[in-house]
């Protein structure tokens, strides 16, 4: 039973819900009241705080390394890889017309894409496939992105390293840092944001979309946005979107660490960076693709083993260091990497499958997203 005040208030009928406050959700909510501040807009989130990928990724605001642009291209095609590059790069560039270094630590200090020597993927032509990626990204991104930097590899201490790619457009934030700015932001703009609520259901009733969450309480809102990524298939099964977990390891400061930046290898499936003087490693899924599609958010032997082995092995092999943190997130991907933004049905949106690339791609849509919602 609810009081009086807290229908009034807490649980009045909304203009718009927004379900999941990860970046998407509180992106979407940022630009819609941006073009209507009016709005009455409440966020309701699972968790006690976001508790999807957005507070447990690895930060990298970037857009793509060069072996996994050119096997998107592969698979989608030219234009429409060039398309995901477009709305990633766009998305970085509002992230930093909004949020200055000192609200989340952002540094776009450059990056690159390791090649081991047992790879002989593109390495017998990696200089043709630098300029070729470099001539297509042209129209997008300003100056060339990716240049040879193998003479690198020597003061960075990498061992079985036979290539180095240099990616001078992209950085990291601090992940934390960000969506904690973005909440405070959008709530100041008078978006509610409550927590401990999960959405298990939703309907249309006469004009309104009804809402059933976890509680005994349900919400009322002319239209609903569905930004829960990973969890997608819990409330919406009839699309391509499954979760997948991506593990991390943090290791203890090193005070010798030769190099900065954030780093790629095997198209993505491996990426690290320094934060501070610690090394933030993540990835290896595709070691065990079908046990980490899943929505736990434990860790796995297999998996840290083998982080903890390319840290070792090819890392940082003569340093020494403990782990002080594990953890895993969810990511939301699906048969083909565009996201998945559209009315599903009169009055109910939703914007998931961000492919493991949301950081960037999360301000581009949710821009979008207001204006597809709002006109
Ligand atoms: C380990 C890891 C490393 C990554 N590294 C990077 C990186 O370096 N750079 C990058 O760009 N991307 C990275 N990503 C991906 C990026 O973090 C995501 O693409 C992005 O955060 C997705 O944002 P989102 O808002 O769509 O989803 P999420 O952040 O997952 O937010 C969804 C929210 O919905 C809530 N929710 C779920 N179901 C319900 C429900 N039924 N009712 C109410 N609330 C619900 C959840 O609690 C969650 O807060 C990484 C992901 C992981 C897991």
């Known amino acids: 039973m609810i009081s009086v005040w807290e229908k ?22 940022f630009y819609l009241k941006k073009r209507n501040p009016k709005l009455r807009i409440t966020i309701l989130d699972k968790g006690i705080i976001p508790t999807g990928a957005s507070t447990r990724n690895a930060g990298f605001a970037c857009f793509g390394s060069l072996t996994e642009l050119l096997a998107d291209e592969q698979k989608m095609g030219t234009d429409r890889m060039l398309h995901l590059v477009e709305m990633r790069y766009k998305g970085l560039e509002k992230i930093k017309t909004v949020f200055g270094k000192k609200d989340i630590d952002i540094d776009m200090c450059g990056g690159y894409e390791l090649f081991t020597k047992e790879e002989n993927l593109l390495t017998e ?9 470099n ?13 040879l930097a193998d003479k690198k590899i020597g003061s960075f201490g990498f061992k079985k390293i036979s290539h180095l790619i240099r990616n001078n457009q992209e950085g990291y934030l601090h992940s934390g840092k960000l969506i904690k700015v973005l909440l405070q932001y959008v709530q100041r703009q008078g978006v509610q944001v409550l927590n401990n609520l999960e959405i298990k259901n ?13 509680q005994p309480i349900r919400f009322s809102a002319d239209q609903l946005l569905i930004c829960i ?3 997608a298939k819990k409330l919406l099964p009839q699309l391509d979107v499954e979760p997948a977990r991506g593990q991390v390891i943090l290791t203890s400061p090193i005070d010798t660490l030769p190099w900065k930046g954030t780093f790629h290898y095997n198209q993505g499936f491996y990426y690290f960076r320094n934060l501070g003087k610690r090394v933030l490693l993540g990835g290896a899924r595709n070691l065990a693709v079908n046990d980490e599609r899943t929505f736990s958010l434990q860790t796995s032997e297999i998996i840290q083993q083998e982080l903890e082995r390319f840290l070792n092995e090819v890392i940082i092999p003569d340093k020494k260091f403990s782990i002080e943190l594990r953890w895993s997130g969810t990511m939301g991907i699906g ?27 999360a301000p581009f849509l949710g821009e979008k997203t207001a204006k597809m919602m709002i006109g």
């Open 202 to 214: 939703f309907e249309k009733v006469n004009d309104r979309i009804e809402i059933e969450t976890n």
């Open 125 to 133: 032509d990696i200089e043709e496939q630098v300029d070729y990626l």
């Open 135 to 147: 001539e297509l990204l042209k129209e997008i991104v300003k100056g060339n992105t990716y240049k």
């Open 8 to 29: 009034e208030t807490f649980f009045a009928p909304q203009d718009i819900i927004i379900a999941g406050s990860g970046f998407v959700g509180l992106w979407s909510a």
């Open 229 to 231: 990524n990973g969890f």
């Open 335 to 361: 048969g083909e990497k565009m996201p998945i933004q559209k009315e599903i049905s009169p009055g109910v949106f939703c914007c998931v499958r961000m492919n493991g690339m949301g950081v960037a791609l």
